[in-house]
């Protein structure tokens, strides 16, 4: 009777423990007014055909728990799937970055307006959509181009955490199966990190480490690897 008791009350505490990580996950889906978040959450969505990725989402709460999600490439014309792999990735924002969001979503009334440009046509860039959510509201905004500083701040960064995430995505792919393809795409990684193009270096960290410690890549890859790490203020990998 005591060992039926004490599993009871085993089950009883890991399915708390599930129940309160399914609360804690971030979600990725802008479009579900009824996502109520315990702890309050921002999200960025990005939807433009054509573009590789053409889809992609990037969450983060005010605890720095961050979510990215992409299709991995671009839309095939005939069956509307993504012609890439998807690429899914869970880190912790740094604090600034964090602090820095909530702080302009605070300023644009935390998405409960609209920011749409309307006063001429301007160039199809994708539509966004910035979502606020918590556990009392849900608030979203969508537009393609928006003269607003804020939204246009916030527009920048979202794209860069993708730009970097997806160089992380494609430098996994050459370590395992294209070798010579890393320093081509550390070098063009490295020269965008300088000109501020990327965000969230540290997302990328373990590759990157994997990266400079791997004997049977290109030094000069190996160099630009350590040159990332050192801008996401990161170790070098042991060697």
Do not use: W
């Amino acid at each position: 009777m005591l060992r039926s008791r004490s599993f009871c009350l085993l089950l009883v505490l890991v399915l708390l423990a599930a129940s309160a990580a399914a609360q804690d996950e971030l979600r990725l889906d802008p479009k579900d007014p009824s996502y109520h978040p315990p702890v309050a959450t921002v999200i960025f969505d990005l939807n433009f055909p054509g573009a590789s990725p053409s889809h992609y989402t990037v969450a983060v709460n005010a605890d720095g728990k961050a979510a990215y999600q992409s299709n991995g490439g671009e839309d095939n014309a005939a069956t509307g799937q993504s012609t890439g792999d998807p690429n899914i990735v869970a880190f912790t924002m740094t604090e600034a970055a964090r602090a820095r969001i909530f702080a302009l979503t605070q300023k644009l009334n935390y998405f409960s307006g609209s920011y749409e440009y309307t006063r001429g046509r301007v160039a199809n860039t994708g539509s966004k959509t910035l979502v606020f959510a918590d556990s009392s509201r849900h608030n979203s905004t969508t537009y393609n181009y928006s003269q607003v500083p804020a939204i246009q701040e916030l527009t920048r960064f979202f794209q860069s955490v993708s730009a970097t995430l997806e160089y992380g995505r494609r430098l996994q792919y050459d370590l395992r199966f294209d070798k010579l393809d890393l320093p081509k795409q550390l070098d063009k990684m490295t020269a965008e990190a300088q000109d501020k193009q990327l965000a969230e270096l540290q997302a990328v960290v373990p590759v990157l480490q994997k990266i400079s410690a791997d004997s049977s890549v290109m030094r000069i890859a190996r160099v630009n690897a350590d040159r990332l790490l050192a801008m996401a203020g990161a170790p070098l990998a042991a060697r």
